[in-house]
T-cell receptor, first 113, second 113 residues
Framework: QKEVEQNSGPLSVPEGAIASLNCTYS??????FFWYRQYSGKSPELIMS????GDKEDGRFTAQLNKASQYVSLLIRDSQPSDSATYLC?????????????FGAGTQVVVTP | EAQVTQNPRYLITVTGKKLTVTCSQN?????MSWYRQDPGLGLRQIYY???????DKGDVPEGYKVSRKEKRNFPLILESPSPNQTSLYFC????????????FGPGTRLTVL
C-alpha cells in the first residue's frame, strides 16, 4: 500500500466549474500536508499547506483536512485553462522520519474551455 | 533572486561512470532534499538534509550518495550509475522541513545508457 494515494486522472473539468482532488495517507501521526502544482516539464510549486482539521482558503483554492479519516482534499473553484496541470499531494512523515516528505503520484487536471 | 539551481540540466552518461549533480540555494535554507520523478510514481525522496553535516535517507537512497559540507550546497553523487537511475531529478530547499514552503530547482534529466 502506498503511503500517499491520489487518483491519477486525468480529471476533466469544464471551465468555470469546481475541480475536486482527493488524497489519502497512511501515517496517522502526520501533521503537515501540502498541495503542489506541476506544469508539464516544470518543477513543482507549492499552492497550499494545511496543518489543522477543517478548511483553508486561498483565493480560488480550498484545502480540506480530516485527520481522523486520513484524507486531505483540494478544491479549485472557477477552474481556468491555466489550472491544467498535475497536482501533487505531499505529507510530512511523523516520528523518527520527521524530515521525510511523501508525495502522491499526482492527479492530472485538464480544464476544457 | 531567491532560487535553487541545479547543474547540469540534462545529462546522458553510460553505466558505471561516476557523476555528480550539483544543487545550490541562495536563501540560507536549513533543509535540502533530493527527489526523483518517474512516470506513474510521482516524486520519491532520495536523501534529505536538516542542516550542515546532517543527512538522512529518504525512500529510495540505494545507489546514491549525498554530502552537506556547506549550507548552500547539497550535491547528489551517483558512484556507479545504472539504467534504472534514468529519471528526472529535483533538488529542493526550505527554511524548516515541516512547515515552510519547499522551493524546487528546475530539474536534471538524467539518462544512463
Amino acid at each position: 500500500q502506498k503511503e500517499v494515494e491520489q487518483n491519477s486522472g486525468p480529471l476533466s473539468v469544464p471551465e468555470g466549474a469546481i475541480a475536486s482532488l482527493n488524497c489519502t495517507y497512511s501515517d496517522r501521526g502526520s501533521q503537515s500536508f501540502f498541495w503542489y502544482r506541476q506544469y508539464s516539464g516544470k518543477s513543482p510549486e507549492l499552492i497550499m499547506s494545511i496543518y489543522s482539521n477543517g478548511d483553508k482558503e486561498d483565493g480560488r483554492f480550498t484545502a480540506q483536512l480530516n485527520k481522523a479519516s486520513q484524507y486531505v482534499s483540494l478544491l479549485i473553484r472557477d477552474s481556468q485553462p491555466s489550472d491544467s496541470a498535475t497536482y501533487l499531494c505531499a505529507v510530512k512523515m511523523s516520528g523518527g522520519s520527521w524530515g521525510k516528505l511523501q508525495f502522491g503520484a499526482g492527479t492530472q487536471v485538464v480544464v476544457t474551455p | 533572486e531567491a532560487q535553487v539551481t541545479q547543474n547540469p540540466r540534462y545529462l546522458i552518461t553510460v553505466t558505471g561512470k561516476k557523476l555528480t549533480v550539483t544543487c545550490s540555494q541562495n536563501m540560507n535554507h536549513e533543509y535540502m532534499s533530493w527527489y526523483r520523478q518517474d512516470p506513474g510514481l510521482g516524486l520519491r525522496q532520495i536523501y534529505y538534509s536538516m542542516n550542515v553535516e546532517v543527512t538522512d535517507k529518504g525512500d529510495v537512497p540505494e545507489g546514491y550518495k549525498v554530502s552537506r559540507k556547506e549550507k548552500r550546497n547539497f550535491p547528489l553523487i551517483l558512484e556507479s550509475p545504472s539504467p534504472n537511475q534514468t529519471s528526472l531529478y529535483f533538488c529542493a530547499s526550505s527554511g524548516r522541513s515541516g512547515t515552510d514552503t519547499q522551493y524546487f530547482g528546475p530539474g536534471t534529466r538524467l539518462t544512463v545508457l
